[in-house]
């Protein structure tokens, strides 16, 4: 790298740690660092390098009272590339973020503080559906909170989510916005975020929970499911969804040794909306509970039910080379064998199992810290 490049690369900026986000409920916390957190992705708006050129010591703020979501956005840097290179152009941070945030918002400090003194008259948006309560450590009290259900025809919600989808974009690595005017988003879990300030306090449990109680008792509803779940939610849904079959008569603790069942298919989608593959793996996680592995027996029973499952896609592929073997010329067919070492078969089921079982563990483990 030349001197000239040095010095322009002093003008690149990490976008994830130059956004600064913040809920704000008192006017003391707009200068409080403490309370700023930041995108896990900014790609969708300034690529996949995740850099701004142009600036530096960049500080995009964009803050929101913490009710109404009110929205200070405010751009600050410490020096701009043209001061020293006329023929360089900095980056338009400030529109790209101006293409996502709806009109209304302020770029003045002074005038969103003035507007915080509305929030203390916010009250959230639709039906009441579920109130619960999580200690805070820090505070050494009970916080409590609430879950209400709404849709676009309550008057002020519609002007909120256009402001509330805006975080989708930070932390949802594929996010994009819903069309509030399809009727059809009422009908599917499309996007669940907790925000950083709230995470790992429980509130994402509370929250699904809540979602499948409400959804299992409308007839029209068949399964309740996600579109292209991460991985956190996978967690998370067998946590909810555990906790919801242990209390069906069919999870009952004698019946699991017995396998699988028609009966437990049948309740978990007719009491909660539950589709067969996830009361398969609820199943094997209320089994594994209640096993003792140190048994070799029992471990070996489980261990086989499991990997049982696990081998059915590798059995599918067998039974397609079968097919194959009688219209594949030789080298074709040679290289699909070679896909299908029998030993290599044997290692990838038993690491899969390894990996299911450390899962399974960690949703127990939660199960009885609840």
Known sequence: MNGMEKKLAEYKCDTNEAICLKLVRFAEEVDDESTTFHPEYSHQLYGDDEVAFGYKGLQIQLYYSAGNLITLFKVKYSARVTENFDCMEPDDVEGKIREIIPAGFSCNTDDFISLLEKETNFKPFGTLLHTYHVHNVEAGEDFTYQIHKVDVSCPGFREYH??????????????????????????????????????????????????????????????????????????????????????????????????????????????????????????????????????ETKARDYRLEVKKRLFAPTKKNQRELTKMMKCLRPEELASHISQMDTALQQEELEKSYQEVLAEYRRVIERLAQA
């Not at 306090?201 to 991460?230: M, W």
């Not at 603790?253 to 437990?264: I, Y």
């Open 162 to 295: 256009e402001r509330l989808q805006t975080f989708l974009m930070w932390f949802i690595e594929t996010a994009s916005f819903i069309d509030v005017d399809d009727d059809r988003w009422d009908f599917f879990l499309v996007q669940m975020l907790i925000l950083p300030p709230f995470q790992g306090e429980g509130h994402g449990a509370q929250l699904l929970e809540a979602v499948h109680r409400f959804y299992c008792n409308l007839p029209k509803v068949q399964d309740i499911t996600a579109e292209d779940p991460s991985e956190n939610y996978v967690k998370l849904r067998d946590y909810v969804l555990v906790k919801l079959c242990q209390t069906l008569p069919s999870f009952s603790t004698d019946k699991l040794p017995l396998g699988f069942s028609d009966d437990m298919a049948t309740e978990a989608r007719e009491k909660l909306k539950i589709n067969k593959k996830h009361a398969r793996r609820v199943y094997e996680i209320l089994r594994l509970k209640v096993t003792d592995m140190s048994d």
